[in-house]
Antibody
């Protein structure tokens, strides 16, 4: 059974940093591209970042480029999102999601981890 | 970047109704479109991929159509479990933008 479990969320001050982790099980992480999606309280879904299966190619939303870094450790079956220079508008639930190989949709999602940026 | 626009934002319907949600892309995305369902406090769940392919395990009352810039999600006969928020998402380009969502409410 595919499982994605996010961790690392919490309360952080504006300008601070946080690293999110996503532990994958039930599939071979190194075969799949992965992504992060966030959802601010009461708002819609926002794609944040994606990474190819080897970790070489990364993409970012304009809202986080230069502040967030996506990475992966396939040997540890873990996806990461390093978040720096955090702003109040980064407050959201952050979901990691697996990307289907051939048809490329987000086919499995974690339960999410809440990041709150507040003084 | 490609922008996705859904309509309506909110839809009130009754059990048994046929429901249609529209999603428009700011430029052609071929058939690289997915539809997701999200219930309060839960992660999204994929319903349709490649514009019209039904994800495994999803009831056949859900269907998708369209290509290029105009897409629709149809629920043929609305069931109590279908009251939720629905999002389209393009993945033709790297940005993977979502529509703003359509909430299906009980009439």
């Amino acid at each position: 059974e595919v499982q994605l479990v996010e961790s690392g969320g919490g309360l952080v001050q504006p300008g601070g940093s946080l690293r999110l982790s996503c532990a994958a099980s039930g599939f071979t992480l190194s075969t799949y591209a992965m992504g992060w999606v966030r959802q601010a309280p009461g708002k819609g879904l926002e794609w944040v970042s994606s990474i190819d299966n080897s970790g070489v190619i990364t993409y970012y939303a304009d809202s986080v480029r230069g502040r967030f870094t996506i990475s992966r450790d396939n040997s540890k079956n873990t996806l990461y999102l390093e978040m720096n220079s955090l702003r109040a508008e980064d407050t959201a639930i952050y979901y990691c999601a697996k990307i289907s190989t051939v048809t490329a949709q987000f086919d499995y999602w974690g339960q999410g981890t809440l990041v709150t940026v507040s003084p | 970047d490609i922008q996705m626009t859904q309509s309506p934002s909110t839809l009130s319907a009754s059990v048994g109704d046929r429901v249609t949600i529209t999603c428009r892309a700011s430029q052609s995305i071929s058939s690289w479109l997915a539809w997701y369902q999200q219930k309060p406090g839960k992660a999204p769940k994929v319903l349709i991929y490649k514009a019209s392919s039904l994800e495994s395990g999803v009831p056949s009352r859900f269907s998708g159509s369209g290509s290029g810039t105009e897409f629709t999600l149809t629920i043929s006969s609305l069931q109590p479990d279908d009251f939720a928020t629905y999002y389209c998402q393009q993945y033709n380009s790297y940005s993977r933008a979502f529509g703003q969502g359509t909430t299906v409410e009980i009439k």
